[in-house]
C-alpha cells in the first residue's frame, strides 16, 4: 500500500462500457470484467468510489429531443439510468465478494442511501466501495462533472477515467484520423484551450481548482488500475 501511487480513487465508468456487444441495455460480461478489475485495487487496501454514465439506456439530449422532452426532463431520466448500473454493479462487486455501496444523489431509500459526504468517507475507509449514482441530482451537468465533484469531496488523490478502446488522449479522434497524436501528459489548460473532447470542461476545471490528477486509459487494458496505482506509464495523466 505504501508503495502505490495513490491510496484513494474516484473511478469514472462511462455507460457505454456496460454495453458490451449489444445496442442498448447491460451487458454481463463488461460488468464482470470491471468489477474484477475494481478488486484487484480493492484487494490492495485501495480506497475506491465510482461514478457511472447512463449512456447505455439513455442518451441526454439525444433522446429527450426525439421524445419532444425538455433538457431537464431528460437529464433527470438520464440520472436515472445511472442508478440502474449502480445497482448492476454493485450486485456484482457483492457477488464476488467485494464490500460496497450504493449512493444516490436522488432520494430512493428503497435501493441506495441517498448522499452523504461524511458517510461516504467513512464507508471508504472501512474498506467498502462506494458507487455515486443519479450524478450530481441535477440537470445540465454530465456524470464528469458529478466524478470532479465527489472526487473533491471525498479528497480523492486522483480521478480515474475509463474509455472503451482509447487509451488516453489525443489531439483528434483517433477512431477517425489516424495521424492523431497521443499526449503522455497534458495540463489541464491545455485541454481547455484546445477543446479536446475528452471529458465536460466543467470537470476539467474542477480538477484544476482542487489539484486532482486526471488519469485516461483504456480499461480493455488488463490490470489497468493496478498498472496506474504502480506509477507505470498507461494513458495520459492531467496535471498543472
Do not use: W
Not at 458490451?20 to 470484467?33: A, H, R
Request: with cysteine; charged share 25%.
Amino acid at each position: 500500500m505504501s508503495n502505490l501511487k495513490y491510496k484513494k480513487i474516484l473511478l469514472k465508468i462511462s455507460g457505454e462500457a456496460l454495453l458490451g456487444s449489444q445496442q442498448f441495455g447491460i451487458d454481463p460480461e463488461p460488468v464482470e470484467k470491471i468489477c474484477k478489475e475494481i478488486k484487484k485495487a480493492y484487494n490492495l487496501g485501495v480506497q475506491i468510489a465510482v461514478v457511472v454514465g447512463g449512456g447505455n439506456i439513455f442518451r441526454g439530449m439525444n433522446n429527450s429531443k426525439k421524445l419532444g422532452m425538455d433538457q431537464a426532463s431528460g437529464d433527470y431520466v438520464g440520472m436515472l439510468a445511472t442508478v440502474m448500473n449502480a445497482i448492476a454493479l454493485q450486485s456484482e462487486l457483492r457477488k464476488i465478494g467485494v464490500s460496497c455501496r450504493v449512493q444516490s444523489a436522488i432520494n430512493m431509500e428503497k435501493i441506495a442511501e441517498p448522499y452523504i459526504r461524511f458517510k461516504a468517507i467513512r464507508h471508504l475507509e472501512k474498506g467498502r466501495v462506494v458507487i455515486f449514482a443519479a450524478g450530481t441530482g441535477n440537470p445540465f451537468f454530465t456524470t464528469d462533472t458529478a466524478a470532479a465533484l465527489r472526487a473533491a469531496e471525498i479528497g480523492a488523490d486522483a480521478m480515474l477515467m475509463a474509455k472503451n478502446g482509447v487509451d488516453g488522449i489525443y489531439s483528434d479522434d483517433p477512431k477517425i484520423n489516424k495521424n492523431a497524436i497521443k499526449y503522455d501528459k497534458i495540463s489541464y489548460d491545455d485541454i481547455i484551450v484546445k477543446g479536446l473532447k475528452v471529458m465536460d470542461l466543467t470537470s476539467c476545471a474542477l480538477c484544476k481548482q482542487n489539484n486532482i490528477p486526471i488519469c485516461v486509459f483504456d480499461f480493455n487494458l488488463e490490470d489497468s488500475i493496478i498498472k496506474i496505482l504502480n506509477n507505470e506509464n498507461i494513458g495520459t495523466i492531467v496535471t498543472e
